[in-house]
Every structure is written in C-alpha cells, then in structure tokens.
C-alpha cells in the first residue's frame, strides 16, 4: 500500500466526494455504477456527448478516467489508425488515445494518483481533470471522424492532426 503524504484514511472513496460535487454544481448526468466505479455524461461546446469513467482502485490510491469516442474504425484502416494515434498522442497534452480491441473505438485514457491531492481539492482536480479531456477529446474529434470516412486519404488526416489552430468555432 501506498503512504499518503495527506491525513486522508483509507476507508474515504473520492469519488463520493466528486459525485456529490458534480450534482451539486455542475450540470453533467452521473450515474454511479457500484463502490468503485461511476460514469458522468459531459456536453461538450460542440454539443457532442462524452462519457467519462472514473474507477477508483485503493491499491495504487488512484481514479483512472476513460472516454469513448463514439467513432467506429473499419477493420482494414487498424494500421493506419495505429499511426494517427501515434501522432495524436504526440500532440497531446496530458493522457493518450489508445483504440478500443471490441469495437475499434479511440478511448482517451488518464490517471489521477490521488495521494498527492488534498481532499479538500480532490472533487475540484478531478472535475478540473474531466474538462481537460473533454477539450482533448473535441481537439481530435474531426481526426478521428475523418479517419473513420474510407474516402479520406491519410495524408490529408495527418494534416489535420497537425494543423494548428487559433481561437474557437
């Protein structure tokens, strides 16, 4: 087990404290699916609809957060969505893209270690924590939608991918 450098105990669950803080203040849907996992659903400013995971594991004292991104890739591209991916999680700030092995879906993948967050300021970091996502999930969204059309060539999507852009639609 891992010491905490806080005076948390171990029995605490953060993610009672971020579900009371989201139906508190924000305006997202949490569904809270058992003791150590809940899923909040998040609108974006493009108006697209992410789901978030959050599962809490006590052992390593840490909530890992997952999105899928509602996005089917075509078998026969794997390779080439292999690649992208390659040069989206380049372009990434914090986490990474992986593609889901069931439905060949990007996922966004990131962790929290919560031992080095106060509980005063852990439901804040981790709501902080799923906008931070969402604004990495809306910045390749248009990669992977374009990735998905087989009649897009993978140059222009890797042009795409690296285009940078200013300001906001």
């Excluded at 924590?129 to 059309?149: D, H, P, R, S, Y």
Aim: glycine share 2%; proline share 4%; hydrophobic share 40%.
């Amino acid at each position: 087990m891992i010491t905490m450098p806080f005076d948390i105990a171990m029995d605490e669950n953060p993610l009672d404290a971020i579900e009371e803080h989201v139906q508190m203040n924000l305006d997202w849907h949490v569904t809270r699916i058992n003791e150590h996992v809940m899923f909040v659903e998040v609108e974006a400013q493009s108006c697209r609809k992410y789901m978030v995971y959050l599962k809490w594991d006590e052992q390593t004292a840490s909530i890992s957060m997952e999105t899928v991104i509602n996005i089917h890739m075509h078998p026969q591209i794997l390779t080439q969505a292999h690649e992208i991916l390659a040069e989206v999680n380049a372009n990434t700030w914090i986490g990474h893209f992986t593609l889901s092995e069931e439905k060949n879906q990007p996922v966004y993948r990131y962790t929290i270690l919560t031992q080095f967050v106060p509980p005063h300021f852990m439901a804040d970091y981790a709501c902080d924590t799923v906008n931070g996502i969402m604004a990495e999930c809306e910045k390749f969204n248009t990669t992977f939608e374009m990735l998905a059309n087989e009649d897009t060539s993978i140059r222009d999507v890797l042009n795409v991918t690296l285009m940078k852009t200013a300001g906001q639609a």
